[in-house]
């Protein structure tokens, strides 16, 4: 037995404790497929800063009066407003994550000075609930060309809390150079991040949450109640982690439970794709692309085992998904159609692990 196949007995062999239920086949025409095709397509935009003009000519090159006092008291170094904050990467300012997932913020910088500007260095500050801003220890800003970056330890909400939200901000330290009154700290405009505890859910949240809180232990789960899903029944949501439509699920009552609970299986899939790969925008269009290489197009090559066709939206992205959760949960009703052939299925069984295929 190869050590592909070993991998995908042994992982299912784990979840069907989870997931005691008949195995069901799909219907051929892929009817119900393609939860959350809207992933790898639906990007959020992107907000770029203005760009600075260049230094003022001094008061002698120009032929006319000094620059005022409060030209002088402006900072060394200041962050543009809050529109120009990123979590993760992404241009949202808000975002719902379970408890335990780490963040990344970015605010974009400017300088008034020159142009080599005279850079500080740079912490992350926190508030827990509107509480008191402290620093994050140990977290130290990046500054890069338009923006500084700051990777954001893991929040864990203490037990018996079911969520807390935290916000935070870049804040600079006082520069030891340039114009006196011109050396002061500044602090960004906060993100605000909602860190929900999984073992406070209930109703559907918890339902949902059940057959993946061993792989995915840090996940939230949102039900959709405002059309974030669009028309799939689950996306994985860069802002809102997993997101369920708990509602239009109800009203399939010819699917079994089986398969509506793997649907959290394949979204929990697609978010080991992306932390496994960094976490952020940045490194998403590497795993996309790794994606391609690995994860193909093909059938089922035993005559006896039809395989299910491939839905118009079909992708590696996806097709990856798939793989992961059949190794969990073998039914097949969603599928985006293909055949997991032993390399697909071994590499896939590595995102259970915490790594990258």
């Keep these: 037995m190869t050590s592909g196949r070993r991998l995908t ?14 195995a069901v086949a799909g219907p051929a025409d892929g009817r119900g497929a393609a939860p959350d095709a809207l992933l790898s397509t639906q990007y959020v935009s992107e907000v770029v800063p203005p760009v600075l003009t260049a230094p003022e000519r001094s ?7 000094a620059p005022s006092a409060r ?15 990123r979590i993760d990467g992404f241009a949202f300012t808000t975002a719902t994550r379970g408890s335990g997932t780490g963040i990344q913020v970015e605010a974009a910088w400017k300088t008034y000075r020159g142009v080599r500007p005279i850079l500080p260095k740079v912490f992350v500050q926190a508030r827990v609930d509107g ?10 800003g990046s500054i890069g060309k338009q923006y500084v970056a700051a990777r954001v330890p893991a929040h864990v909400v203490p037990t018996g809390v079911a969520a807390q939200t935290v ?42 949450y059940a057959p993946i809180a061993g792989l995915c232990p840090n996940a939230s789960v949102t039900i959709d109640t405002t059309g974030l899903t669009g028309d799939r029944t689950g996306v994985f949501n860069w802002q ?36 496994n790969w960094g976490g952020t925008r940045q490194t998403w269009d590497q795993l996309v692309a790794r994606s391609a290489e690995v994860f193909v197009p093909d059938v089922n090559p035993d005559p006896a085992v039809p395989t299910i066709p491939m839905a118009p939206d079909w ?15 073998p039914e097949r009703y969603r599928t985006y159609g293909g055949y997991c052939n032993p390399t697909e299925s071994a590499a896939a069984g ?4 915490n790594q990258r295929y």
């Excluded at 007995?9 to 008949?22: D, G, I, N, Q, V």
């Excluded at 030209?71 to 904050?85: D, E, H, M, S, T």
């Excluded at 804040?171 to 991040?193: D, F, L, Q």
């Design 71 to 85: 030209a002088y008291r402006r900072p060394l170094f200041a962050f543009w407003g809050a529109k120009y904050n």
């Design 167 to 208: 916000d935070y901000r870049l804040t600079t330290k006082k520069p030891k150079k340039g114009p006196r009154r011109a050396r002061r700290s500044v602090s960004s405009k906060p993100v605000s991040v909602r860190f929900e505890n999984p073992a406070a859910y209930t109703g559907d949240a918890a339902r949902f």
């Design 9 to 22: 007995a042994a992982l299912a062999a784990t979840a069907l404790s989870l997931l005691a239920a008949p």
């Design 315 to 329: 992708a590696p992205l996806e097709h990856a998904a798939d793989c992961a959760k059949e190794l969990i949960s």
């Design 59 to 65: 008061a002698s090159a120009r032929g006319d009066r």
């Design 350 to 353: 590595l995102l259970w692990q």
């Design 240 to 275: 809102h982690g997993i997101v369920i439509d708990a509602a239009t699920l109800a009203t399939l009552t010819a699917e079994p439970e089986v398969s509506k609970l793997g649907i959290a299986i394949h979204e929990c899939a697609h978010m080991k794709q992306f932390y």
């Design 131 to 140: 509480g008191k801003w402290t620093k994050v220890a140990g977290t130290k």
